[in-house]
């Protein structure tokens, strides 16, 4: 029978193979030359000790802990191998704790959205040349948006000991690509060196104008024995006072304020950290002036009657005296820019008109990327931290009001609390424009999420540029810094589900709901976020705001096609998520996240989303798909 039959001499069996052939030459290829000192198996010579007490990347994770880092992000990569096995072994992986992430650019994004939630950076690792270069949209978005992003890249600078892989992950000034949009950076020769900049960078990060850093630490330092760590001191780090605006000049802006008939505060990224909130709804009751916030970060309750900002253009237009609070763009908020056939500017405010602005952003400036914008015609600048200059600001303004002036005020609140509150019923009423119509208006989204959370600690952790910011801004009532984050600096998609993830991550601790109204061409860019939040039991809830395509550059190309006379029906062409639909529940679901949708019928909303909500809740992230039209 065949199956008795014997091999014959040309054939060999799988068990002899393996136990004659491929066990015997790999004998021969392991075999010492002759000469050779034979060795007990286990046992190294002198010259080839693997291990050691401790490494040059001990040290480097003794000076990360003293900084305070909670997290660190990273795409795993051979250039920082050694600090990596230094963090979850000799650091035990707690302060930090490592987060694994499927992309640079989520790495920085995270550490973006973490610390407008949290307040302090997060640690971010990348890989050599490559690594830098996938997380430099990122690491733009973090200096648009001045956000102290803490980043350090593994580099072969000793071209002798490379591997062939290292030559183009290596370089000689590896923070080239990126140093235009960097605060600092710098690449130790020594651990010393590494001590004192990795402090030094920290400190640069968080002192306002804050922004990004980089420190570039060499592989050989990193996986280098140490001879005696208590020769290695740990840098201390002490914080600068914030810059405060000279005390005339504060002086003469409380002149000017307490003189207005009509005074506005715009509040852009002024809220540094939560005392800010409350120092602004103080000026602005002592003043009873109008505040528009800009929505950089969360300077002033929504519901507040002296918010004025769901009618910002009308308020400027009245204003005598209009001051900017960290205003990214002044020169926009006083000016309007007319984008059709010819580009026309013209002025907001009234003849006559005093402007102030209390930035940071005089004090440090850079030339190559123009996020600076234009410079706006103003009476008087204060190069200044705008939350620090707030308290000497109100004392001010309370010693130059007199009681004929804070009957003034007193009147001119109650005006502004009527125009605030009929702005907000315009705002419910046009919210109730197509409530039953499928695809679903984000009106609607955003109702019936409000609806659900509420009564939770709730974070908006999502971004701002786009219709995930606008209705929740007229609809919800936001009243705690936490609750609003702001948007991406520079615009570049591709932030949203990672800063997302990363301010939920913030959240965690204190018990805070954290819910993402997340569009869909932001979550294509990157998104294996959504398995990290699933591996990392980060809570976040991911409401898809699904208009299937890149709907404001749909509205660019057909304002080209309008201005050519060439007609609107082959402007969506190029720019539509169509042919296939992008179903994100299996997307979400295939990545380990509890997922419900594609949500077209208004009524299966709700329940889809409280089913959602009890995930979240439990601990773990869950995403409803919704198909919504396009704004």
């Given at each position: 029978?065949a199956?008795?039959?014997?091999?014959?001499?040309?054939?060999?069996?799988?068990?002899?193979?393996?136990?004659?052939?491929?066990?015997a030459g790999a004998?021969?290829?392991?075999?010492?030359?002759?000469g050779?000192?034979?060795?007990t198996?286990?046992?190294?010579?002198?010259?080839?000790?693997?291990?050691?007490?401790?490494?040059?990347?001990?040290?480097?994770?003794?000076?990360?802990?003293?900084?305070?880092?909670?997290?660190?992000?990273?795409?795993?990569?051979?250039s920082?191998?050694g600090?990596?096995?230094?963090i979850?072994?000799?650091?035990?992986?707690?302060?930090?704790?490592?987060?694994t992430?499927?992309?640079?650019?989520?790495s920085?994004?995270?550490?973006?959205?973490?610390?407008?939630?949290?307040?302090?950076?997060?640690?971010?690792?990348?890989h050599?040349?490559?690594?830098?270069?996938?997380?430099?949209?990122a690491?733009?978005?973090?200096w648009?948006?001045?956000?102290?992003?803490?980043?350090i890249?593994?580099?072969?600078?000793?071209?002798a000991?490379?591997?062939?892989?290292?030559?183009y992950h290596g370089?000689?000034?590896?923070?080239?690509?990126?140093?235009?949009?960097?605060?600092?950076?710098?690449?130790?020769?020594?651990?010393?060196h590494?001590?004192?900049?990795?402090v030094?960078?920290y400190?640069?990060?968080m002192?306002?104008p804050?922004?990004?850093?980089?420190?570039?630490?060499?592989?050989?330092?990193?996986?280098?024995?140490?001879?005696?760590?208590?020769?290695?001191?740990?840098?201390?780090?002490?914080m600068?006072?914030?810059?405060q605006?000279?005390?005339?000049?504060?002086?003469e802006?409380a002149r000017l304020?307490?003189?207005?008939?009509?005074?506005?505060?715009?509040?852009?990224r002024?809220?540094?950290?939560?005392?800010?909130?409350p120092?602004?709804?103080?000026?602005?009751?002592?003043?009873q002036?109008?505040?528009?916030?800009?929505?950089?970060?969360?300077?002033?309750?929504?519901?507040?009657?002296?918010?004025?900002?769901?009618?910002?253009?009308?308020a400027?237009?009245?204003?005598?005296?209009?001051?900017g609070?960290e205003?990214?763009?002044?020169?926009a908020?006083?000016?309007?820019?007319?984008?059709?056939?010819?580009?026309?500017?013209?002025?907001?405010?009234k003849?006559?008109?005093?402007?102030a602005?209390?930035?940071?952003?005089?004090?440090?400036?850079?030339s190559?990327?123009?996020?600076?914008?234009?410079?706006?015609?103003?009476?008087?600048?204060?190069?200044?931290?705008?939350?620090?200059?707030l308290?000497?600001?109100?004392?001010?303004?309370?010693?130059?009001s007199?009681?004929?002036r804070?009957?003034?005020?007193?009147?001119?609140?109650?005006?502004?609390?009527?125009?605030s509150k009929?702005a907000?019923?315009?705002?419910?009423?046009?919210?109730?424009?197509?409530?039953?119509?499928?695809?679903?208006?984000?009106?609607?989204?955003a109702?019936?999420v409000?609806?659900?959370?509420r009564?939770e600690?709730?974070?908006?952790?999502?971004?701002?540029y786009?219709?995930?910011?606008?209705?929740p801004?007229?609809?919800?009532?936001?009243?705690?810094?936490?609750?609003?984050?702001?948007?991406?600096?520079g615009?570049?998609?591709?932030?949203?589900?990672?800063?997302?993830v990363?301010?939920?991550?913030?959240?965690?601790?204190?018990?805070r709901?954290?819910v993402s109204?997340?569009?869909?061409?932001?979550?294509?860019?990157?998104?294996?976020?959504?398995?990290?939040?699933?591996?990392?039991?980060i809570?976040?809830?991911?409401?898809?705001?699904?208009?299937?395509?890149?709907?404001?550059?749909?509205m660019?190309?057909?304002?080209?096609?309008?201005?050519?006379?060439?007609?609107?029906?082959?402007?969506?062409?190029?720019?539509?998520?169509?042919?296939?639909?992008?179903d994100?529940?299996k997307?979400?679901?295939?990545?380990g996240v509890?997922?419900?949708?594609?949500?077209?019928?208004?009524?299966?909303?709700?329940?889809a989303?409280?089913?959602?909500?009890?995930?979240?809740?439990?601990?773990?992230?869950?995403?409803?798909?919704?198909?919504?039209?396009?704004?």
């Amino acid at each position: 029978m065949a199956q008795n039959r014997k091999p014959s001499r040309g054939n060999m069996e799988r068990r002899n193979f393996l136990k004659n052939g491929m066990l015997a030459g790999a004998a021969a290829i392991v075999r010492p030359a002759a000469g050779a000192a034979q060795q007990t198996p286990g046992a190294a010579s002198e010259a080839e000790v693997l291990t050691t007490d401790t490494c040059g990347s001990d040290y480097m994770v003794d000076v990360i802990k003293s900084l305070g880092f909670e997290y660190v992000c990273a795409n795993p990569g051979s250039s920082f191998r050694g600090l990596q096995e230094s963090i979850i072994n000799y650091g035990g992986n707690r302060s930090p704790e490592f987060i694994t992430n499927c992309h640079e650019e989520s790495s920085v994004a995270m550490g973006h959205g973490y610390f407008k939630a949290e307040g302090k950076p997060l640690a971010v690792l990348a890989h050599g040349t490559v690594g830098l270069q996938h997380a430099s949209m990122a690491i733009y978005n973090a200096w648009c948006d001045r956000v102290p992003v803490y980043i350090i890249i593994g580099n072969y600078v000793d071209a002798a000991i490379r591997r062939p892989a290292e030559w183009y992950h290596g370089v000689l000034d590896a923070a080239a690509m990126v140093r235009d949009y960097v605060k600092w950076d710098d690449q130790p020769a020594s651990l010393t060196h590494f001590g004192e900049s990795a402090v030094r960078a920290y400190k640069i990060a968080m002192t306002p104008p804050m922004a990004p850093v980089l420190i570039s630490a060499d592989a050989e330092l990193q996986e280098s024995p140490l001879g005696s760590k208590t020769k290695l001191a740990v840098p201390r780090l002490t914080m600068p006072a914030m810059p405060q605006g000279e005390a005339g000049a504060v002086t003469e802006l409380a002149r000017l304020l307490v003189a207005a008939e009509n005074p506005v505060l715009v509040a852009d990224r002024l809220a540094r950290t939560p005392a800010a909130m409350p120092l602004l709804i103080e000026l602005a009751e002592t003043l009873q002036a109008a505040v528009i916030d800009q929505g950089g970060r969360m300077n002033f309750p929504s519901l507040h009657p002296l918010n004025q900002t769901q009618r910002a253009a009308a308020a400027i237009g009245e204003a005598d005296v209009v001051v900017g609070l960290e205003v990214a763009d002044f020169w926009a908020t006083v000016n309007a820019l007319r984008d059709q056939l010819h580009r026309s500017t013209r002025k907001v405010t009234k003849p006559g008109a005093k402007l102030a602005t209390v930035t940071t952003g005089d004090l440090y400036i850079r030339s190559n990327y123009q996020d600076f914008r234009r410079m706006a015609d103003v009476d008087l600048a204060i190069a200044a931290d705008g939350e620090a200059t707030l308290p000497a600001l109100i004392e001010a303004v309370r010693r130059a009001s007199t009681g004929d002036r804070k009957r003034v005020f007193q009147q001119r609140g109650a005006k502004l609390a009527e125009a605030s509150k009929a702005a907000r019923e315009r705002m419910r009423e046009a919210a109730t424009y197509a409530w039953d119509a499928s695809p679903l208006s984000t009106a609607r989204v955003a109702a019936e999420v409000w609806a659900q959370i509420r009564n939770e600690d709730w974070s908006l952790v999502s971004n701002y540029y786009s219709e995930a910011g606008v209705w929740p801004r007229r609809l919800w009532d936001f009243n705690k810094p936490y609750q609003w984050l702001g948007h991406a600096g520079g615009g570049g998609i591709g932030y949203g589900a990672p800063s997302s993830v990363g301010a939920a991550l913030a959240n965690k601790k204190y018990g805070r709901f954290s819910v993402s109204l997340q569009t869909d061409g932001d979550l294509m860019y990157a998104p294996g976020v959504l398995w990290t939040a699933a591996h990392h039991r980060i809570p976040l809830l991911s409401v898809m705001l699904n208009n299937r395509a890149y709907h404001q550059e749909i509205m660019h190309i057909q304002r080209m096609c309008n201005q050519r006379n060439r007609g609107v029906d082959r402007g969506t062409m190029g720019s539509t998520l169509t042919d296939p639909n992008i179903d994100f529940a299996k997307l979400a679901q295939g990545l380990g996240v509890y997922a419900d949708g594609p949500i077209t019928d208004p009524k299966d909303l709700g329940p889809a989303l409280r089913r959602a909500v009890a995930t979240v809740k439990r601990g773990e992230p869950a995403l409803v798909d919704v198909v919504t039209q396009a704004r």
